[in-house]
Nanobody, 116 residues
Framework: QVQLVESGGGLVQPGGSLRLSCAAS????????MGWYRQAPGKERELVAR???????NYADSVKGRFTISRDNAKKTVYLQMNSLKPEDTEVYYC??????????WGQGTQVTVSS
């Protein structure tokens, strides 16, 4: 069975930090790209950060310089370090393995709330 388990979301003040984790029970972890997406009500799901099996990264312009994605293939885990958080970052964040096609998988999502 495929399972992606997300953790690390919660409430943080503006300017604060959070680290999201996504642990995958996948035997193919390490040969597929992993990513974090977020979605606001009424909007399409947005790519936040992506990391390939080779370690190349890609970020949305809105988070460049503030967020860092990384992966640990031995632990089958991908991380999203979020610094200098803004109220605009308040979204549900979803972990993805393998992209948007039929070969991709999604976590259940974790809520990030940035508020005073």
């Amino acid at each position: 069975q495929v399972q992606l388990v997300e953790s690390g979301g919660g409430l943080v003040q503006p300017g604060g930090s959070l680290r999201l984790s996504c642990a995958a029970s996948l035997s193919i972890f390490g040969i597929r790209a992993m990513g974090w997406y977020r979605q606001a009500p009424g909007k399409e799901r947005e790519l936040v950060a992506r990391i390939t099996s080779g370690g190349s990264t890609n970020y949305a312009d809105s988070v460049k310089g503030r967020f860092t994605i990384s992966r640990d293939n031995a632990k089958k885990t991908v991380y999203l370090q979020m610094n200098s958080l803004k109220p605009e970052d308040t979204e549900v964040y979803y972990c993805n393995h393998g992209g948007l096609g039929s070969g991709g998988y999604w976590g259940q999502g974790t809520q990030v709330t940035v508020s005073s």
